[in-house]
């Protein structure tokens, strides 16, 4: 979780996350994913390609 946006009274605050349950995070051999293969298949889904230096950050040989 983070913090995203903060009113500037401090009344309120908005956090940005991601839950998973853990029976979702099940990779090709049916074991738990490491978590560069949960941080993987976040950026996967979320990829519109826009940020093309990202792919080299994270390591494709691991899935």
């Given at each position: 979780?983070?913090?995203?946006?903060?009113?500037?009274?401090?009344?309120?605050?908005?956090?940005?996350?991601?839950?998973?349950?853990?029976?979702?995070?099940?990779?090709?051999?049916?074991?738990?994913?490491?978590?560069?293969?949960?941080?993987?298949?976040?950026?996967?889904a979320v990829d519109d390609r826009k940020f093309k230096g990202a792919?080299?950050?994270?390591?494709?040989?691991?899935?």
């Amino acid at each position: 979780m983070k913090t995203m946006s903060r009113d500037p009274d401090n009344d309120y605050d908005i956090d940005d996350g991601v839950y998973f349950a853990k029976e979702d995070l099940v990779g090709k051999r049916y074991a738990e994913m490491t978590s560069l293969q949960a941080r993987q298949m976040v950026r996967d889904a979320v990829d519109d390609r826009k940020f093309k230096g990202a792919r080299r950050n994270l390591r494709q040989d691991s899935l």
